[in-house]
């Protein structure tokens, strides 16, 4: 019931969207190194704002599973800003224990997850005051390690 009360003042006010979402696109991903026992693999992303002011990215959820291994999940809290009409190119780390010393170039992998972003203006502070959560793009993809 609270939150369509709070829906309700949204429309009156002519709407909650006073701002695009970014877009995510998974580029790829990478094996930066491997040892005997374990490896570690970057996804690359692009971020990009489609408005015509800052938008705040707070947080990155994201889980990235790797052909013969255990799943890695994570949040990246860097608090990015993405700038007006700006694109940003970032790399979400992810570690994963090898067994028996298997050479992981060429494995399958997925990665998926969210980009929390912030508008900023009036009605926004006051759905994180009502404590309505901030709003999440999700990104999914996937390939094989270069």
Partial sequence: ???LWMLL???????????WPPSVEVVGAELMDQGPEGARVEVALVLSNPNDFTLPLPETNY?????GTDNFASVDLPARVLGPNDAQAIRLPAAFAVQGGRDLAGARWRVSGTVTYEPQNSVRRFLTESAVPLPAVIFLGGGELE
């Fill in 1 to 3: 019931m609270r939150y």
């Fill in 9 to 19: 003042v949204c429309v009156g006010m002519g709407g909650c969207i006073s701002a």
């Fill in 63 to 67: 889980s990235v599973s790797l052909e």
